[in-house]
């Protein structure tokens, strides 16, 4: 029988003649599991009670998680090498970054704006002037801005884009600013407007970018996130029209590039040498001035190498081949420099025309040399006006424009090489120059540079062209063009609008 004391201690007597009842099994199950659980983790209970949720967490092994602490310094990445089991935690209360601490004042609010510019994933919903939300506009920002985004493996762009925000309170105002200036002219389409939400962000990153200057370290002035500081206010100003500010500052981009040791101590982070470079040639095709970069003037820097597409184009079908290759013998005597950049620009464009087709993706390193060893070099080459050659470097600029840069499709012009190109085009007309190459200048043209105000010269020419390359359907017409340089992701839909509206191609509509 069992029997208790004050303090509330239990003695248990048991005898062989009796059995424990079952209160008294109880007691003694209790007593000789003390202690057997102790520094055991318990399995998550079947039940759980309302407002949590599981988590499972996968078995990563990554270096692109970056942890941070309270205080704002950023910890090395992490990898994760043990299975983490399952866990119970509290539904989010707040938005996805209520609860991180930035290095300025900041409104939650305002970081998830940036987190959507650069998520490709967006969520939640931004209401602006207009209708659209920040999901619908990030989504069409990346279809406008970089079509080929599908197409390119970009590593690290988290740690190297986003991580920053957390610690660097200047990087944080200016990507604010940025970003809610590009959702704002993305709804409206009005792009000297600064909103009351954008300006004091502007303002913040104005002064402390002059406080680092002023007061900082090499190693804050030189950083990787003034560069992208100091690019997002060249493109603002830029977006406004202010071409001389926008110079300055890529010339100060220039500079820190070089005291850096050059592009080659960039290659770490290849998305800012990209998104530098393209800056600075759409700069140089709006305003003709000489680009910043890789000016033979300058000679601080050469020209990046080719990429070597060989293996890439090995994976491809070998009629695409063939007929990119086929196509640097454009017409007797071209200049070599000329034949090789179009060579490579050729190789590219079958090269992404394949990624389409088989889903597959490019290093961003391959996307960076191509656009900086190709656009460059044409920058740099001089013929005589109205020449073949000028007609066929232009017109590699202006495809280069549809495939690197899409400002176009943001609403911003070339406004030079537009002008440029058009003039050089009309003097081919009585030059000794194949139709099927007339043709492709004029539709690539059309689709990267020409606007409504061009109709007027531009349908005559194209049917002439056309009819005297015997085209009367859009299929042919794709053969022709791809057969040159054509990449379908970006310039079908364009291209075969517009023969639709001027309805050059007899019979051609949506089924052709």
Aim: some cysteine; proline content about 5%; aromatic content about 8%.
């Amino acid at each position: 029988m069992p029997a208790t004391t004050p303090l509330g201690l239990r003695f248990v007597v048991s005898t062989d003649v009796e059995k424990p009842n079952p209160e008294l099994r109880k007691i003694i199950r209790s007593h000789v599991m003390l202690g057997k659980n102790l520094g055991k983790r318990l399995p998550p209970r079947k039940r759980q009670s309302e407002g949590q949720q599981d988590v499972a967490v996968p078995n990563y092994n990554t270096s692109s998680v970056v942890v941070s602490d309270p205080d704002g310094d950023l910890e090395r990445p992490s990898a994760w090498s043990q299975p983490v089991p399952s866990v119970t935690i509290p539904r989010m209360v707040g938005s996805a970054v209520s609860t991180t601490q930035f290095p300025d004042s900041v409104e939650p609010g305002t970081v998830e704006i940036v987190l959507q510019c650069k998520s490709s994933r967006a969520m939640g919903v931004y209401q602006t002037n207009s209708s659209l939300s920040v999901k619908s506009v990030s989504s069409i920002a990346k279809q406008i801005l970089f079509p080929l985004e599908t197409c390119i493996l970009f590593e690290r762009r988290a740690e190297a884009w986003i991580a920053p925000l957390a610690v660097d309170p200047a990087y944080l105002h200016a990507m604010i600013f940025t970003s809610q200036y590009y959702f704002d002219a993305i709804a409206t389409r009005r792009f000297s407007i600064v909103s009351h939400q954008a300006l004091p962000h502007f303002l913040r990153t104005l002064k402390l970018l002059r406080e680092r200057f002023a007061y900082g370290d090499n190693q804050s002035r030189l950083s990787n996130t003034t560069a992208i500081i100091v690019l997002g206010l060249a493109g603002y100003a830029h977006c406004i029209g202010d071409s001389n500010a926008a110079r300055h500052h890529m010339k100060g981009l220039c500079k820190i590039i070089h005291l850096r040791g050059g592009v080659s101590t960039f290659r770490d982070n290849p998305k800012l040498l990209i998104e530098t470079f393209r800056s600075d040639i759409g700069m140089a095709l709006h305003s003709g001035s000489r680009p910043i970069f890789f000016n033979k003037r300058s000679a601080k820097e050469p020209f990046l190498p080719y990429p070597d597409l060989t293996s890439l184009l090995k994976l491809s079908k070998s009629d695409i081949i063939a007929s990119a290759s086929s196509s640097t013998m454009l017409f007797p005597n071209i200049n070599v420099e000329l034949a090789r950049a179009w060579s490579v620009m050729s190789d590219f464009c079958s090269v992404i025309n394949f990624a389409v087709e088989s889903r597959q993706r490019i290093s961003t390193e391959t996307f960076l040399y191509t656009m900086a060893s190709v656009v460059y070099r044409l920058l740099n080459m001089h013929f005589e006006a109205g020449s073949n050659e000028e007609a066929v470097r232009l017109g590699m600029l202006a495809c280069s424009c549809s495939v690197f840069l899409q400002w176009k499709r943001l609403g911003m012009s070339y406004h030079f090489l537009s002008s440029t190109f058009k003039d050089s085009l009309t003097r081919l007309a009585s030059s000794h120059i194949s139709s099927q190459l007339l043709l492709w200048l004029l539709m690539i043209g059309v689709v990267s540079v020409f606007d409504a105000t061009d109709e007027w010269w531009l349908k005559p020419f194209l049917l002439i062209n056309i009819n005297l390359c015997k085209i009367d359907s859009w299929r042919k017409m794709q053969d022709l063009l791809k057969s040159f340089m054509w990449i379908g992701l970006v310039h079908d839909m364009p291209g075969k609008g517009l023969l639709e509206s001027y309805n050059v191609i007899p019979g051609c509509s949506s089924a052709c």
